[in-house]
Every structure is written in C-alpha cells, then in structure tokens.
C-alpha cells in the first residue's frame, strides 16, 4: 500500500501544533509515518459502528493515535455484562449511554480530536449519509444485517470497511475494498445463516479480551489505509484462534457474479436488510410466546411443558420455576420424552437456542410448540426482576 485513502490536498492543509509533536513523537520519528503520515491521521475521518466490544478498542487506539475525527454509531445503554470486554465504558458508566461514556473516555485519552455521535441505529434509512461524511468505516457489529448493510454501502461510496468479528475464543478481521482490488463482504458470504441459528456473545459468550485483540487489529488497518503504508488485509482474512495462539491466513477472491461489487451488479442501494437476513429460510415462522403470556398460563395452572435447553451451569445460575432442563444437544435424543398432545414452551437464555429446539421438534412431528421471546432474560426483565442476569 503505497497510496494513503485522504488527499494530499486535505493533508497538507493540517498543521501539527506543539503540544500534537510532542503528543505523537513516537510516531513522527518512525519513517514510515513522519509528519506527513501524522497529518494525514489529523485529516481522516473514520466511522465506528458500534461502541462494544469492537469498536472499544477500535475507537480508543483510532483516537490515540491521532485520527482528526472518529464517528460512532450506537443507541444503546452501557450494562455491567458489558464491562467484561467493552473497555471504553466502567462501572460509573452503568446506566449511561454509549455514545457518551464512549465520547468522555476517548476525549480523556486525546483531547485534540474531534467525536461525532449518532445516537441511532445504523439503518438503510441513514446508513448511506452516515458513511458519505467519512473516510473510512470500522464495522463493530455484531448481526448480519448491520454487516450486509456497512458492506453494500460502503461499495457504492467506494470506502474502505474494516470487518471483525468474534466468537468465544476465536476472532477475524480483513478490510472489504473492492475499489482497492479485493472481494466485499457479500464475496465471502453471498447469504446470511439462517436466523437463530449462529448465537450472538449473550448466547455463546466470548472471552473478553478476544474483541480487543480483533478491535487492535481493526486500528492497524484503519492505520495503515490512512497513512499509506504496509499491505492492508485487501484480498486477505486473518483468523485467530485464542486457545492455540494461533493466526491463521485466508486468501479471498472477488466473486464475479456478486450483485453488488460483481462485473454486472444487480443491488445500487440499500435493501431491507432485516428482511433479507429473515427470508432465507424456506420455513414458516416459528410460533412464540411472550414473557408475559408464559406468566398468564402459570398463573391460571394451564396444562403445559417448559422445557429449558440452556446448559446445566447457565440453569445453576438462574431458572424458571417448573422448567424441565434438557439441553439443546439433547433434544433430538430425548424428545420422546416429551408429550405431543400439549403445549410446549422453550426458552433458552434470549432465544436462539430455543428457535432451533422448536425447529428440530417440528420436524418430528410436534405441532404444539412455542419459543419464549427473549427467553430467560426477557422473564427477569418483565417478569422476575429479582432474577440472577447474566
């Protein structure tokens, strides 16, 4: 990479006060950055979608480092199950948003940058007059269809967007540029996994210091692509694997007949992006229940199964009273047991789980089952707030 992302007009325009030498000294005696690469830093606008456990990392080293403006997108409220990985927010922050616990961190640790908040979700509706205000986008959601969307339109305008995601112990990263020679993201995955069936970190967990080796990552490249040095992860995804430290590289080919960045593109603009991530299964949707219409048949000593697939620790921890324990990998072995004739309910911890329970017993034959909406953690906020969260 021998061409930096930001103009040499907009660059050149930026002046590096005393207090900014001495801030970034370390950088400026590096050859490969100088002054020049600083001011480029100084003149780059980056979007971070996302301020948890991505873009925690992301944002604080984007903004260390000098970026001039860094951006974030996020609408939600910072939670103590968030602390464990999500190092821009502490336990002060409980209660607080994200955009402004994000904002006093990142202003505490470089007061000489500019913060952009857009307390919104990223949305067809906002998401391409979002990315046209920036450089550069650092993806640190954590669903598809925020990934479809950041992919697609950072195609049309022709951004960079530096991809991570995390799962347990293990983590990737790459940067989708078809205008830089490399594949999108739609290259890799042409569709999303059927819904409920890849959890999220309140479903499989993650160890908390994975999305900051990832979220590191994600400001190297950023970095790298600002400044104009190295070979940025185009054409290339890094995967690492925290268990056996190790990092492991795939090469990746644009697919020509990708509709978007393909050699005859059939998608321009922002689709329904929640929808398309919905339809891609052939089956009817699954029958739910709501926490409160559980609460109701209890109540009324309505005749019914509550079957719990979480695992044995997570039913340790905190369970509905009455719930059967049978977890997800037992399901299809044990459902005999279970009685056809009546209503079942399943729950896992928010819903995913249980969403491929009530699949895999419609396939053998049940008629009469339903998912808990939110699962147990819907029940502890609605119903039993007095309930263990975790």
């Not at 999500?86 to 607080?96: A, N, P, V």
């Not at 999108?184 to 042409?190: I, K, Q, S």
Request: hydrophobic share 35%; charged share 25%.
């Amino acid at each position: 990479m021998k061409h930096s992302i930001i103009e040499d007009k907009r660059s050149n325009a930026m002046q590096l006060s005393a207090e900014e030498l001495n801030r970034y000294s370390r950088h400026l005696m590096m050859p490969e950055v100088t002054p020049d690469g600083q001011r480029r830093l100084k003149a780059a606008r980056v979007l971070c979608i996302g301020a948890g456990g991505l873009g925690s990392p992301a944002a604080l080293y984007l903004a260390a480092a000098g970026v001039g403006t860094i951006g974030i997108v996020d609408f939600d409220d910072v939670d103590l199950s968030n602390l464990q990985r999500q190092i821009l927010h502490g336990t002060s922050d409980i209660g607080r948003g994200k955009l402004e616990s994000a904002q006093d961190r990142l202003h505490d640790a470089n007061p000489e940058i500019g913060i952009e908040l857009h307390k919104c979700r990223f949305s067809s509706s906002n998401a391409t007059e979002l990315v046209a205000q920036y450089d550069l986008i650092v993806d640190g959601s954590d669903n598809f269809p925020t990934r479809y969307l950041s992919n697609d339109v950072c195609v049309f305008a022709r951004k960079p967007n530096v991809y991570g995601s995390v799962f347990r112990f293990e983590g990737q990263t790459t940067v989708f540029a078809p205008h830089l020679g490399g594949p999108c993201y739609r290259c890799l995955f042409p569709e999303p996994p059927p819904p409920d069936t890849v959890p999220n970190c309140a479903e499989a967990g993650v160890l908390g210091v994975l999305p900051g080796i990832i979220g590191m990552l994600q400001a190297i490249e950023a970095i790298k692509l600002i400044v104009g040095i190295g070979e940025p992860l185009v054409g290339r995804l890094l995967h690492f694997d925290a268990l056996r430290m190790k990092f492991r590289e795939l090469n990746l080919r644009r697919d020509p007949q990708c509709p978007v960045c393909g050699e005859n593109p059939t998608i321009f603009s922002p689709i329904d992006y929640e929808q398309f991530c919905r339809t891609r299964r052939d089956e009817e949707a699954i029958p739910t229940m709501s926490a409160h219409e559980l609460k109701r048949k209890m109540d009324a000593r309505e005749p019914f199964e509550l079957i719990d697939v979480r695992e044995k620790f997570e039913y340790e921890i905190a369970r509905i009273d009455g719930a059967k324990l049978i977890p997800l990998r037992e399901i299809a072995e044990r459902a005999d047991d279970l009685k056809r004739e009546g209503p079942i309910v399943i729950h896992c911890h928010s819903g995913q789980r249980s969403a491929q329970a009530v699949r895999l017993l419609q396939q053998r034959g049940f008629a009469n089952v339903y998912n808990l909406e939110g699962g147990i953690d819907a029940w502890a906020n609605e119903i039993d707030p007095a309930m263990q969260k975790y």
